[in-house]
């Protein structure tokens, strides 16, 4: 079993930054693939990042590249997704997920592993 815990939501004014940590614990994921989700009220749940553990290749939704960066840190086992010049669309819950898999995965169907969520809100 793999254990995530997202932490680093909160209210930020457009334009501004947050930085959103997933503490993983219960295996170590030296394979695995990383994913940050995120879902908006009436909307599906949407990929936004992802990386691979052991080799740091990463990936990103077009709606966030240039903005967002995922990295991890192997010695905190933690993922982190910096966010800039967030927007209101941005606002959504976001999800760390984890799958044992060394291709980066899209779709939140195929990640096994799920954190409980931290809420994003970007005021205009």
């Known amino acids: 079993q793999v254990q995530l815990v997202e932490s680093g939501g909160g209210l930020v004014q457009a334009g501004g930054s947050l930085r959103l940590s997933c503490a993983t614990s219960?295996?170590?994921?030296?394979?695995?693939?990383m994913g940050w989700f995120r879902q908006a009220p009436g909307k599906e749940r949407e990929f936004v990042a992802a990386?691979?553990?052991?080799?740091?290749?990463?990936y990103y939704a077009d709606s966030v590249k240039g903005r967002f960066t995922i990295s991890r840190d192997n010695a905190k086992n933690t993922v982190y997704l910096q966010m800039n010049n967030l927007k209101p669309e941005d606002t959504a819950v976001y999800y760390c997920?984890?799958?044992?898999?060394?291709?980066?995965?899209?779709?939140?169907?195929?990640?096994?592993?799920w954190g409980q969520g931290t809420q994003v809100t970007v005021s205009s």
């Open positions: 997920a984890a799958r044992n898999v060394l291709r980066l995965p899209e779709t939140s169907h195929e990640y096994d592993y």
């Open positions: 990386i691979s553990w052991s080799a740091g290749i990463t």
């Open positions: 219960g295996r170590t994921l030296s394979s695995y693939a």
